[in-house]
């Protein structure tokens, strides 16, 4: 065909109805034409997508020009119909995963097969072309400068307004129903709360109400109780004092001994110094500080950390090892913090030969009829007469005979927390025999006397003396010679002498406090597992090794008289009491149970329930104390853990492993324990002692021994 006659088709065709005779460049040209399109080969549009009722597929429909935003007319010039174009399945099944439930899109067009366009009857139906479907983000920029209501993109521009606007209210309106739901549902929970703590509130007024009443009336039953004791003490005193001067007449006690028995009343700490709760507020923080200070003024010198330590060990009042090598500064602690403090303080060197409690308490001679006491014990008679003053009782060298021998006895009694225990020293038939025999005695002294005619005053010499006298008090008394009566008046004035010096019992008192120092070499015993599972362990390092510059830049400046000690009552460092209970739930009681659980149990090291609640209550003193909790925790591995570990490591654990690599676990699990440990805080970092102890392993053919050196 020429070009003339193929220019002359081309006017046809635009001229011409379109038919589905057309091949489908003519009618993809003849849609172009219509629409404003230059590109036939990409015809673009701009609609809103429509799915099918069941939603299989859809349509694009209320069609626009992407660049004018016109609304597109019906290519074949019918004004009522709108023209739209299918859309697939799978296409819309790729839009709505990606992009949701939106609304208006942007597509390319492409003509519908000819048979559903022969279906139709509509040679120009139309379809979406496959991956070109995507969403409208935004009006094209072109479309920006319309300002007439009425031009043909605003209904458009109208709709994504509209659904813009719907779309954010729905979002608004969903997170305002959900902070309403959670409103409503904080204000149910507040007035169920408030209805709780209403009820609550009531119940503890109308108990407090019933104690205040029980109170009150406890008050006063106390006051008339308390007046009758005083008058039957004040007639029992004078009884007594009369009875005894009697007996220091007959020569049966000595005045010291009788005034034993009555020691002056003292209403005030005459102790010389500053007082603890006025100077220092009762801060365990502060009190550390100044016995630093006061310590290096007489040379002696401490961390503050190691003396904070102390202190809560002390207030666990539980029994405390001092242990390291000799020379390391272990009983001199003891002493010299008892002088800071203003306590007493009793040394008590353990000699290699004890092998019962007996050495550690003394005995009673029952051929002279009188108790045998050792240091130990008068060190807590001394206690039972002073009760407010602390008294420390350090054991010496305590491993030179084995402790599990001779102090078996007395820690079993220290594990009793509720009461003071009892300390059972002789049996009570020989208290009773002597109270005894010592009434009869001054009955017949006292009947004999007034036969004789004998003033009360009367000395025993006196009735000795006195033919009269003496005559009856042997006949009374059914003796045949004078020196019977005098073998008699020794023997009850011995048994006197025991009873008022060494009761057959007492009470072990609130304010003794027993430290124990150590050394471990060749002439020393190792701590067995009963002792160290009752124990805390503080150990000494060598002090020529310390930085003593380092020490020295911590000592605090005090506006107070150095010289002087900040005297401490008993009830100020602490009271035994229960220990914590085991509470699952505590992180702290969590951790000890999954370190015993996972590393020591599998390494043979018993850590059971009393050494998990002596560890508790070693951090609750500590956080009282101001020690931080993961210090704390660090002090309770030096003291209760390390100090276990004796153990060979190249055998297998009781799960199977090495002990090697579990000890090497357990030192991992310890270290993210202790992270953001405070070594400032601290005396020693419970890891370092730790990787030491590995170290020192590998030199001691695979043995693992805390105490080796």
Known sequence: MSDAASGEASTQSTQETPSLDWSEADLRGYLAQAWDQHAPSHIKVIGRLRLAEKGAFGFLEELHHPGSGARLPSPLGN?????????????????????????????????????KRKERGDPLACMVRPGTLE????????????????????????????????????????????????????????VLEKKS?????????????????????????????????????????HFLKERGERMVALDLVDRTDLEKLFPPIRTQDVRE???????????????????????????IHYTRAQLLDYFTLLRTNDLIVLAGDSGSGKTSLVKAVASAIGARCTVVPVKPNWTGSEDLLGYYNPIEQRYQPSQFLLALLDAVREPEIPHFICLDEMNLARVEYYFADFLSLLETRAEAPWIHLYSAAEERQAVTDNKIFLALEEEARKRAG?????????????DQANLELRRLAGFQKADTVLNHHAKIRRSISTLMDIPAGFRFPQNVWIVGAINVDETTHYL????????????FRNPVLMDWEEVERELEEFDLDLGLPVNMLAADIGTRS?????????????????????????????????AIRQSLNYIQRGEEAGIGAVE???????????????????????????????????????????????????????????????????GNNGIANFWAR
């Open 528 to 539: 067995s597992p009963k002792i160290l599972d009752r124990a805390h362990v503080m150990r």
């Open 632 to 698: 704390s925790f660090n002090n309770v591995v030096l003291h209760k853990i390390l100090p276990k570990i004796i153990l060979d490591i190249e055998r297998p654990s009781t799960n199977g492993r090495k002990r090697y690599d579990v000890l090497i676990d357990f030192r991992d699990a310890l270290a993210q324990a202790l992270d953001g440990l405070d070594h400032s805080q601290v005396n020693e970092s419970a890891i370092k002692s730790l990787d030491e102890l590995i170290a020192r392993s590998e």
């Open 135 to 190: 969403p409208l983000s935004g009006i094209p920029e072109s479309w920006w400068g319309i300002q007439n209501i009425q031009s043909e993109p605003m209904p458009l521009v109208l709709a994504k307004a509209r659904q813009a606007i719907e779309d954010r209210l729905r979002r608004e309106t969903s997170e305002a129903e959900d902070e309403l739901h959670a409103a409503r549902s904080a204000l149910e929970s507040a």
């Open 454 to 466: 004998l003033p009360d005053d009367a000395s025993f010499q006196d009735i000795l003396m006195d």
């Open 197 to 237: 703590l209403n009820d609550e509130y009531k119940r503890i007024t109308i108990e407090v109400s019933q104690q205040a009443e029980r109170i009150e009336a406890l008050e006063a039953e106390f006051v008339q109780r308390r007046s009758m004791l005083e008058q039957k003490f004040r007639e029992l005193e």
């Open 273 to 299: 110094g500053h007082h603890f709760q006025e100077t220092l507020t009762g801060d365990f923080q502060r009190l550390s500080s100044y016995v630093q200070a006061y310590l290096w003024r007489k040379g």
């Open 578 to 610: 229960e220990y914590p209970a085991f509470d699952q739930a505590d992180p702290h009681v969590k951790l000890l149970v999954s370190l015993a659980r996972d590393y020591l149990d599998p390494l043979g090291i018993e850590f059971g329930l009393r």
């Open 79 to 115: 004004s009522r119909a709108n023209p739209t174009a299918f859309v697939l399945p799978s296409e819309v099944m790729a839009f709505q995963k990606r992009w949701g439930n939106e609304t208006f899109a942007l597509a390319e067009l492409d003509l519908s097969p000819l048979e």
